[in-house]
C-alpha cells in the first residue's frame, strides 16, 4: 500500500517558505476574546495590527488585504464582521453554527468557503470546522471546534511577501494547503495501525477488542472520507473557475491542492477496504478454524461409537447371545473394535479430518 506523497512542483515565486524561516516571525497575541489575529497587508507586508471595526478604512486600497482569523467567535462578534465587510446573511447563519458540509458559495463580488479540518488526538480523528469569507481586499477565517491554529499559516506567508503580494485568493490558497496537508499525517498514522492490524489477522486470530478497534478505524475514515470529498469539488472551482479576485497565477497551486485531496482520497479508499479485507480474513479463519474442529469432533465421534455400540450391545444381560460362551469371545470382540476403530483412523487421517 503506498505512503501519501507530496507535490512540490509549484510556482517557485509562490510556493510557502518552510517552517525554519516562518518560525523567525514572532506571534502576535489576540486583541479580543474570539479574534485571533487582525492585521492589514501592502504590497504582501504586514503593515497595521487594527480593531474590527476599523477595517472598512483599509478596503478599496490597492494591493492593500485585511486578513482577519476568528475562533469560536460569539453571534455579536460575527455581526460586527458582518457589518464591516457586507457579508451575506445566510454564510452569517453559517459560521455561527457551524456543522456545515465543505462547500463553496458564491455572492456577487465574494465567495464563502466551508472546509473540515482533521487531526490525531487521543488515538482517534478529531474534526474541527473552518469558515471562510473571502472578497475584494479582505479575508476572514472563522475555526470551530479542536482545528489547528492559523498563525503557522499566516507566519509562512508574511515570511514571503512576494507570494502574499497576490492578494486574498492566495491567502485562502494558503489555508486550504494547510488544511490539506494536516489530511495526511492521519491518514498515515492510521495507515500504520491497519498495517499492524493486517499483520496480525494473519499471525493469530483477532480477538474482540482488535475487531471493536476496526470497525472504529472504519467508520473514522468513513467520516474524514466525508470531509474530504467535498474538497475535492471546492478546490477543482478554484481551479478551472474564474471567481471573484482569482490571480490566473494562482490556477497551478489550487491545481495541486486539488491533486494533494485526490491523493488522500485515494488513501482513504484504499484503507478503508483493507480493513474490509481484514475484518473479512478474520471471518473467514475464524469459521475456518470452528470447521476443523468440527470435523475433528465427528471423526472421534465416529470413532468412539464404535466400541460404545459393541459395549453397549452386549451389556443387555441377555442369556442367548452369540460368544457369550466362546472361551475367547472377549479377546475377539475386543480385537474387532481395535481393527474397526484403526480403520476409521486412518480413513479421516487420509481425509485430513485428524
Not at 488585504?65 to 464591516?84: F, K, M, N, S
Not at 451575506?88 to 465567495?111: M, T, V, W
Amino acid at each position: 500500500m503506498a505512503l501519501l506523497e507530496t507535490d512540490d512542483k509549484q510556482d517557485p515565486g509562490l510556493s510557502m517558505p518552510s517552517e525554519k524561516e516562518s518560525a523567525a516571525i514572532p506571534e502576535r497575541p489576540r486583541s479580543r476574546p474570539g479574534v485571533v489575529a487582525a492585521a492589514v497587508y501592502e504590497h504582501g507586508q504586514r503593515t497595521h495590527d487594527i480593531e474590527i471595526q476599523e477595517a472598512h478604512k483599509w478596503r478599496g486600497r490597492e494591493k492593500a488585504v485585511v486578513w482577519i482569523g476568528l475562533h469560536e467567535p460569539d453571534e455579536a462578534l460575527l455581526r460586527e464582521v458582518q457589518a464591516e465587510f457586507g457579508l451575506p446573511e445566510l454564510a452569517i447563519e453559517d459560521a455561527n453554527h457551524a456543522h456545515q458540509r465543505p462547500k463553496l458559495e458564491i455572492y456577487g463580488d465574494s465567495i464563502f468557503v466551508v472546509a473540515r479540518t482533521a487531526h490525531m488526538g487521543g488515538g482517534e480523528i478529531v474534526f474541527g470546522e473552518t469558515h471562510l469569507f473571502v472578497g475584494r481586499g479582505y479575508v476572514v477565517s472563522v475555526r470551530h471546534g479542536p482545528s489547528t491554529s492559523y498563525n503557522l499559516v499566516r507566519q509562512r506567508c508574511e515570511a514571503s511577501p512576494a507570494a502574499l503580494a497576490h492578494g486574498e485568493n492566495y491567502i485562502l490558497y494558503s489555508i486550504l494547503d494547510f488544511i490539506v496537508d494536516n489530511y495526511m499525517p492521519v491518514v498515515e498514522g492510521i495507515h500504520a495501525e491497519v498495517e499492524e492490524l493486517e499483520e496480525r489477522v494473519l499471525r493469530d486470530r483477532l480477538d474482540k477488542k482488535d475487531i471493536e478497534r476496526l470497525y472504529f478505524l472504519r467508520r473514522s475514515l468513513l467520516r474524514l472520507r466525508n470531509a474530504v470529498v467535498p474538497l475535492v469539488d471546492v478546490c477543482r472551482r478554484h481551479e478551472h473557475l474564474d471567481l471573484p479576485g482569482m490571480d490566473a497565477t494562482l490556477h497551478a497551486l489550487f491545481r495541486d491542492v486539488t491533486d494533494h485531496v485526490r491523493r488522500v482520497q485515494e488513501d482513504i479508499d484504499t484503507l478503508r477496504e483493507v480493513l474490509a479485507f481484514t475484518f473479512e480474513a478474520s471471518l473467514m479463519i475464524g469459521q475456518s478454524e470452528q470447521t476443523e474442529i468440527s470435523r475433528k469432533l465427528a471423526s472421534w465421534a465416529a470413532i468412539l461409537a464404535v466400541p460404545t455400540a459393541i459395549a453397549g450391545i452386549y451389556g443387555m444381560n441377555f442369556e442367548d447371545m452369540p460368544e457369550l460362551k466362546f472361551k475367547y469371545g472377549y479377546f475377539v470382540i475386543l480385537g474387532f473394535i481395535i481393527m474397526v476403530c484403526s480403520m476409521l483412523y486412518r480413513m479421516f487421517r487420509r481425509a485430513k479430518w485428524l
